[in-house]
């Protein structure tokens, strides 16, 4: 298209199509004021040229005329005279939800130049408008909209959340009772429906509230309003409660309008829990309480509010009328985790071995925050593999950065669901293949849990299920909690470990609810395996003095009968005092299998002497074999030792004697030091668990 090529502006104030020009650019270009042009950037459309204060090599355009052109700010635009006639027809596509009916649109397109395929945004009478797609024109490919030309409405199906992956169903449940009251309010007024006042969204940190929140505003074109819980408490008399008010009047002068009240739990707490001293929190309180009764213009200003833990906030709020709904966001399922990294992803060039569905299964437990960062990560970690491989940043070519799997494997690797982070999950490197000996409880570990989960049709056929719970059962050292961790590695699952002073507590009731949060925990980033290390300090059997453990097994009964729908959480506990767990805990359908992690015999132990004499450079005569015949009655941790041992014993002989040889290597002689100096840790001992009264452990001589 030959003509004038000039600078883009772009003009906020510009809706009606107009191209302003300078009168010398408009002389160069043979074009009168009112002119038809066409405007080519990426794609070609129409406007009206008329004369503007802008620069002579400048053309300011309106955000639509620019967007339909395909320009941005300072790129250059090319202009040339059009022959436009008159539209005898044009169909129009809007949005389900868009109020506008023919005769506004008319007036608010009145002698504009429409092109097929553009997309416009028309003022509509009260301040309303409606964005519509040109979708068809007569005739093409362009025409001005003149009193003659028929209008055909064409309705498709809103799409207004494309930028958000995974929650389809939150988003079906808040356009219902929020965008749909704010968009159509009459057709709630004829059936004399009131409008949900408030709605409640519950989920775990960063599942995706407040993004929906300002996506429902936007998608209604209401005014938002954004609190932040702790930022509207004051320590000073009143303060909290007058900003609490002013929030609301503004948004009340700006309706419709949304308010959106994040961590509502920090200002307005359940008031029956709250101490004498708590007088600011109980006021704030009343005055939400106050506030949220008094919006009567109901459907003109919805409050929306987040929190984490519902039960914490003021059962005074949940009730109808107040927060009339609640909508809970879950982590993500694998499905709704690809969807997210799509999202994510969609602007970043993925290499052709990229599995999105590989990483979705993997991440399970994360939520939007974590797949986001799990994106920025993968992208760092494609960036320094292409600045490593072109040697320096001012080497690498923009068409090799892509992300592969192995950049997605790292972002991964990197990253985890934020909802473990205050349990301290642990890394689970650990895998059947990094344990020596075991083999009874392993072999009782893949009947009672792993083939279940690998054969589920058959498993369903004979109506087998994997057991909830494990129990495992042997003498310190014997390699439960590595079992544990392997188990987690082998299935999947996410690891939980609790150890007794996480739980224990000195003030009433945090013991149980610290119980209870782990097992929410667990339920929200499913698949997951809480491991319960020394869980006789927990869970002994009740009567004693202390009622503080009696409540934590009472709550540990109460949670692990709340798992009897579950699959995807496992509970296995460790303890080397099986006989003083309380009854209730131990019988079937709690622990449903009861493994004994015994002793080592000869063949296991040197099987564990393998594991951890494997990348050690030892003599001949230093064998796996030679140290098991040595070692009768040893644990797991006891071989792990003995071996850290003698590498100890083979460092010091060499520095002793000053020699520095190329290849360092334990010999007998270090093992023989070992042995003796670790002879009391290997002596007679006392055990007490499930499967045997008493362990004698001996070390021959």
């Not at 023919?102 to 097929?116: I, N, Q, S």
């Not at 949940?318 to 966001?329: K, M, S, T």
């Amino acid at each position: 298209m030959s003509g004038l090529t000039l600078t883009a502006r772009l003009d906020p104030e510009e809706k009606r199509g107009l191209v302003r020009l300078s009168r010398g650019a408009l002389a160069r270009g043979g074009l009168l004021p009112g002119d038809p042009v066409r405007v080519g950037g990426a794609r070609e459309t129409h406007g009206r040229a008329v004369p503007g204060d802008v620069a002579d090599g400048d053309v300011a355009l309106g955000a639509c005329l620019a967007g339909n052109s395909g320009v941005a700010e300072g790129e250059p635009v090319t202009l040339c005279r059009a022959a436009l006639a008159p539209l005898r027809s044009v169909a129009l596509r809007l949005d389900a939800m868009e109020r506008a009916r023919p005769d506004d649109l008319r007036d608010g397109l009145f002698d504009m130049a429409l092109t097929e395929g553009d997309r416009l945004r028309v003022a509509l009478p009260g301040g309303h408008a409606a964005d519509v797609e040109i979708a068809e024109v007569s005739p093409e490919p362009a025409g001005f909209l003149t009193e003659a030309t028929t209008i055909s409405l064409v309705t498709r199906t809103a799409r207004p959340y494309d930028g958000i992956g995974g929650l389809e169903t939150q988003i079906a449940q808040v356009h219902e009772v929020v965008a749909a009251p704010l968009l159509r309010p009459e057709l709630y007024e004829r059936l004399g429906l009131p409008a949900p006042r408030g709605i409640l969204f519950t989920g775990p940190p960063g599942s995706g509230k407040t993004l929906l929140a300002r996506a429902v505003a936007a998608r209604t074109q209401a005014s938002f309003f954004h609190i932040a819980g702790p930022e509207i408490v004051s320590k000073h008399y009143g303060e909290s409660e007058r900003a609490l008010r002013e929030i609301f009047e503004s948004a009340r002068r700006a309706a419709p309008a949304i308010l959106f009240i994040d961590e509502i739990d920090a200002i307005a707490p359940a008031r029956a829990a709250l101490s004498d001293e708590k007088q600011v929190e109980r006021r704030v309180v009343a005055q939400l309480l106050t506030l949220l009764d008094g919006l009567e213009d109901r459907g003109r200003v919805v409050v929306l509010a987040a929190t984490n833990p519902p039960d914490m906030i003021d059962p005074a709020l949940r009730r109808p009328g107040r927060f009339d709904r609640e909508i809970a966001f879950r982590p993500p399922t694998p499905d709704q985790r690809r969807a997210i990294l799509e999202v994510h992803l969609a602007r970043s060039p993925l290499a052709r071995d990229a599995d999105l569905a590989a990483i979705a299964e993997a991440s399970h437990g994360y939520v939007g925050a974590d797949l986001a960062a799990l994106a920025r990560e993968a992208a760092v970690a494609a960036l320094s593999r292409a600045v490593k491989d072109a040697k320096g940043e001012a080497n690498v070519a923009l068409e090799d950065l892509t992300i592969t799997q192995a950049d997605l494997r790292a972002g991964l690797d990197a990253t985890g669901p934020s909802a473990l982070r205050g349990l301290s999950s642990e890394a689970r490197p650990v895998t059947w293949d990094n344990l020596g000996g075991l083999t009874a409880a392993r072999h009782a570990l893949d009947v009672a849990l792993l083939q279940p989960r690998r054969h589920p049709g058959l498993c369903a056929a004979l109506g087998v299920r994997p057991a909830r719970g494990v129990l495992l059962s042997g003498p310190p050292g014997s390699g439960k909690t590595l079992l544990a961790r392997a188990l987690a590695t082998e299935t999947g699952m996410n690891l939980v470990p609790v150890r007794p002073p996480r739980v224990l507590s000195r003030y009433l009731g945090d013991a149980e609810r610290a119980v209870s949060d782990i097992f929410r925990t667990a339920r929200d980033t499913a698949p997951t395996l809480i491991f319960f290390d020394e869980f006789d300090a927990l869970a002994p059997r009740r009567g004693g003095q202390d009622a503080v453990l009696d409540r934590i097994v009472a709550q540990l009964l109460v949670e692990l009968d709340g798992l009897e729908d579950r699959e995807d959480v496992l509970v296995v506990a460790a303890t080397n005092r099986a006989a003083s767990l309380d009854p209730a805990l131990t019988r079937p359908g709690r622990f449903d299998a009861v493994i004994d992690c015994a002793v080592p015999e000869a063949a296991e132990r040197a099987s564990i002497l393998a594991v951890h004499l494997a990348g050690r450079p030892c003599a001949p005569d230093v064998t796996a074999e030679a140290i098991a015949a040595e070692t009768e009655g040893a644990s797991g941790a006891d071989l792990a030792d003995l071996v850290a041992a003698a590498a100890r014993a083979a460092l010091a002989r060499l520095i002793a004697g000053g020699e520095s040889p190329a290849a360092p290597e334990i010999t007998g002689e270090d093992v023989a030091a070992a042995l003796a100096a670790r002879r009391a840790a290997l002596q007679v001992r006392s055990t007490d668990f499930v499967s045997e009264g008493s362990q004698t452990c001996r070390m021959t001589s």
